[in-house]
């Protein structure tokens, strides 16, 4: 009967048509879809914050600008490096976890097909599919080896099927992180061939900071596909508080060097080593 195979028809060209665009469309990710991007931001908003961290502790506790500067370069590619190595050591351990889940899956589509199939029943019955519908699902997604085993990895193991290249990722991080975390370092560069500018060298890596952090925000608009502002504003005070509590110990310890206290502590502790060397034995 025509009217019998009509759902079976209609799901077979849901299946292998190109799926049509409605006419309100609602961004969900963002125009950006790369497996990268979000190596990038987080290279940026960490180079970036900890850095400026770093030059505001280093600030607060009254260094000059030319310490302030050893330290927040020191700091740029010690954490740039480590950031980077380890989101690569990271990423390559994925990459071998996804890849072996990939092989037993392989193996077992050959080895086992209709157990395989069977859980491929059980995933679309799941879904809704019923039926003729059901079956037809079926045969369309074990049809072929390469969709049958990215949808066993992704719907059974919950393990996205898609590749990332551990060197691209590190890379990633490690240019997002010594190009963002450069801005803080700029105002105090400047000041040392410009000695009049360094009474602004703190207030203008403020500036150039947050701007960095709040760009850094609306990219991720971009990947979230959230308002731009509203991105960037929660950026900045992440980085706003991470920034002030570096300043705060800094400023604190400085006031307690330059005060005399661990001099205080060091000769009070100086003083009773003596007195445990000098007691007879």
């Not at 980077?84 to 037993?104: D, P, Q, V």
């Not at 193991?157 to 975390?181: N, T």
């Not at 009474?199 to 925000?217: H, R, W, Y």
Request: aromatic share 8%; net charge neutral; hydrophobic share 45%.
């Amino acid at each position: 009967m025509p009217s019998a195979r009509l759902p079976v028809q209609r799901h077979k060209q849901k299946v292998q048509a190109p799926a049509l665009k409605p006419k309100t469309e609602v961004n969900v990710t963002g125009p950006v879809e790369s497996p990268y991007v979000g190596d990038l931001v987080l290279g940026a908003l960490d180079g970036s914050v900890t850095t400026f961290a770093v030059v505001a502790a280093a600030t607060g506790a009254g260094q000059p600008a030319s310490v302030v500067l050893i330290i927040g370069m020191a700091n740029l590619f010690a954490s740039g490096v480590s950031m980077a190595l380890g989101n690569y050591l990271g990423t390559k351990s994925e990459e071998e976890f996804r890849e072996k889940h990939r092989r037993r899956e392989e193996y077992e589509t050959e080895r086992f097909p209709e157990v395989e199939k069977e859980e491929v029943r059980k995933i679309f019955a799941e879904k809704g599919f019923q039926g003729e519908d059901l079956e037809r699902a079926v045969e369309i997604i074990t049809s072929n080896k390469k969709i049958w085993v990215e949808t066993m990895m992704r719907d059974e193991l919950r393990i996205s099927p898609e590749a990332r290249s551990p060197w691209l990722s590190g890379l990633a991080m490690l240019i997002a992180f010594i190009l963002a975390g450069s801005v803080p370092l700029i105002p105090y560069l400047i000041s040392l061939f410009e000695p009049g500018l360094r009474a602004f060298a703190l207030s203008s890596s403020v500036v150039m900071t947050f701007a960095a952090i709040f760009g850094v925000g609306t990219a991720r608009s971009l990947v979230t596909g959230r308002r731009w502002w509203t991105a960037g504003i929660e950026m900045a005070v992440i980085g706003a508080i991470a920034s002030l509590t570096a300043y705060v110990i800094g400023r604190v310890l400085g006031i307690l060097s330059s005060s005399g206290i661990w001099s205080l502590w060091n000769g009070d502790r100086s003083a009773k080593s003596d007195r445990v060397l000098d007691q007879p034995k």
